[in-house]
């Protein structure tokens, strides 16, 4: 996995199976903050998916509630291939699921 956003470049990673990563940061003066990640898999397959966005993670009029700790499962919870991201909430109970980036089913 690759991450970066205009102002940070969180390299290129290597995350086992079941296992988490995080990372920390503070959403700019601007309300722009964009994190985009590609994910890559054995075998060639790979995805692209915006992991924060203002307007979806920190937004009070946005199309999920606000996360203070964004947590994201992939492919693990969704049983549906086409919103394979979901992000859990605090408690773990509620799941908002997305699809990848730069699939045509995912764009709106």
């Given at each position: 996995?690759?991450?970066?956003?205009?102002?940070?470049?969180?390299?290129?990673?290597?995350?086992?199976?079941?296992?988490?990563?995080?990372?920390?940061?503070?959403?700019?003066i601007?309300?722009?903050?964009?994190?985009?990640?590609?994910?890559?898999?054995?075998?060639?397959?790979?995805?692209?998916?915006?992991?924060?966005?203002?307007?979806?993670?920190?937004?009070?009029?946005?199309?999920?509630?606000?996360?203070?700790?964004?947590?994201?499962?992939?492919?693990?919870?969704?049983t549906?291939?086409?919103?394979?991201?979901?992000?859990?909430?605090?408690?773990?109970?509620?799941?908002?699921?997305?699809?990848?980036?730069?699939?045509?089913?995912?764009?709106?």
């Amino acid at each position: 996995m690759y991450c970066n956003s205009t102002n940070d470049d969180l390299g290129l990673l290597h995350i086992p199976w079941d296992k988490d990563w995080s990372f920390r940061f503070r959403v700019n003066i601007w309300k722009s903050t964009k994190f985009r990640c590609h994910f890559t898999w054995c075998g060639g397959r790979s995805h692209y998916f915006n992991i924060f966005t203002v307007a979806r993670d920190d937004s009070p009029l946005g199309e999920t509630p606000d996360c203070r700790e964004c947590i994201w499962e992939v492919g693990k919870v969704s049983t549906d291939e086409k919103t394979p991201m979901c992000r859990v909430d605090g408690d773990g109970v509620k799941r908002y699921c997305f699809g990848w980036d730069d699939d045509e089913s995912s764009e709106q």
